[in-house]
């Protein structure tokens, strides 16, 4: 149980596109999600919490404008990178709060690799 | 916010060698502490996760300990294997809706 899922697993972009990430909870409803994006040797860096029904809330330094975020239902958020240059190449993983007893509890995505090119 | 810390960066063991690692924390006021483990390329599984008011938790031949006065959590595997071989992070929530805090990680190396 509390599988969570990422689409595409990875993605090559011409800079100035727009790419849009999947993140879905399988078999569980999940109120709140979170993005996380990791360089390479680095750690994860929480970019925004994803609470369904409302605004994302970003952290500092991330921008809102470039990297929109939907939860519009309880098993599906979406990250867009927005007008996308290489310095937005990175991986970009999805968390979701646990159901019930699991609730503190994150269980995460499998990731996905941009390259904008 | 809290400041996570992992010791050492890189570890690299014979196979059948315990292996430990180290977490530290800032702010002890901690709900809880996962542990998890990276592949290259991969995202995350969660491996062990203690509450607040545990001191110990043990999966297999994982076991966690949590120190919250002394702001330290310590992952202990036992008879490594070359399956073991990953990172290693540990993460503390920073905020009351469950935000995460992680550690830079330990990367983990089992020799055959």
């Known amino acids: 149980g509390a599988v969570v899922s990422q689409h595409p697993s990875w993605v090559i972009c011409k800079s100035g596109t727009s790419v849009k990430i999947e993140c879905r909870s399988l078999?569980?409803?999940?109120?709140?999600m979170f993005w996380y994006r990791q360089f390479p040797k680095q750690s994860l860096m929480l970019m925004a919490t994803?609470?369904?029904?409302?605004?994302?809330?970003?952290e500092q330094g991330v921008e809102k404008d470039k990297f929109l975020i939907n939860h519009a239902s309880l098993t599906l958020s979406t990250l867009t990178v927005t007008s996308a240059h290489p310095e937005d190449s990175s991986f970009y993983i999805c968390?979701?709060?646990?159901?019930?007893?699991?609730?503190?509890?994150?269980?995460f995505g499998p990731g996905t690799r941009l390259t904008v090119l | 916010k809290q400041e996570v810390t992992q010791i050492p960066a890189a570890l690299s063991v014979p196979e059948g060698e315990n292996l430990v690692l180290n977490c530290s924390f800032t702010?002890?006021?901690?709900?809880?502490l996962q542990w998890f483990r990276q592949d290259p390329g991969k995202g995350l599984t969660s491996l062990l996760l203690?509450?607040?008011?545990?001191r110990e938790q043990t999966s297999g031949r994982l076991n966690a300990s949590l120190d919250k006065s002394s702001g330290r959590s310590t992952l202990y595997i036992a008879a490594s294997q070359p399956g073991d071989s990953a990172t290693y992070l540990c993460?503390?929530?920073?905020?009351?809706?469950?935000?995460?805090?992680f550690g830079a990680g330990t990367t983990v190396t089992v020799r055959a």
């Open positions: 078999d569980f409803q999940a109120t709140t």
């Open positions: 702010d002890s006021a901690i709900y809880n």
């Open positions: 968390s979701a709060r646990g159901p019930g007893g699991f609730r503190d509890e994150q269980f």
């Open positions: 993460a503390v929530p920073f905020s009351n809706d469950y935000k995460l805090s």
């Open positions: 203690i509450q607040s008011s545990q």
């Open positions: 994803s609470n369904e029904g409302s605004k994302a809330t970003y």
